[in-house]
Nanobody
Framework: QVQLVESGGGLVQAGDSLRLTCAAS????????MGWFRQAPGKEREFVAA????????YYTDSVKGRFTISRDNGKNTVYLQMNSLKPEDTAVYYC????????????????WGQGTLVTVSS
């Protein structure tokens, strides 16, 4: 079983930056893809970004393209989400997830989830 722990959330102003970190641990860790999702109050959880473990291909939802960057440190089993030019609409709980599936944007494809870290962006 894989354990995922997110950190780095907080309260920032519009235009600021944050870097989220997802640290993975477990007996074996070899996902196909790692992803970041977010859930705002009263809304469904949505895909934000993903990175394929074997070739570092990255995927983003349109609303964060050019502002967010997903990356990983394979040696540390860690995934990062660098968030720049934050907007109030980015306010949400951000979750890290892992999957062995080739599907990267669907929440149902991910089998392991972290507990989430709250990001609040004030205007």
């Amino acid at each position: 079983q894989v354990q995922l722990v997110e950190s780095g959330g907080g309260l920032v102003q519009a235009g600021d930056s944050l870097r989220l970190t997802c640290a993975a641990s477990g007996r074996t860790f070899s996902p196909t893809t790692m992803g970041w999702f977010r859930q705002a109050p009263g809304k469904e959880r949505e895909f934000v970004a993903a990175i394929r473990w074997f070739d570092d291909s990255t995927y983003y939802t349109d609303s964060v393209k050019g502002r967010f960057t997903i990356s990983r440190d394979n040696g540390k089993n860690t995934v990062y989400l660098q968030m720049n030019s934050l907007k109030p609409e980015d306010t949400a709980v951000y979750y890290c997830a892992a999957t062995m599936s080739r599907m990267v944007r669907s929440t149902t494809a991910y089998s392991d989830w972290g507990q989430g870290t709250l990001v609040t962006v004030s205007s």
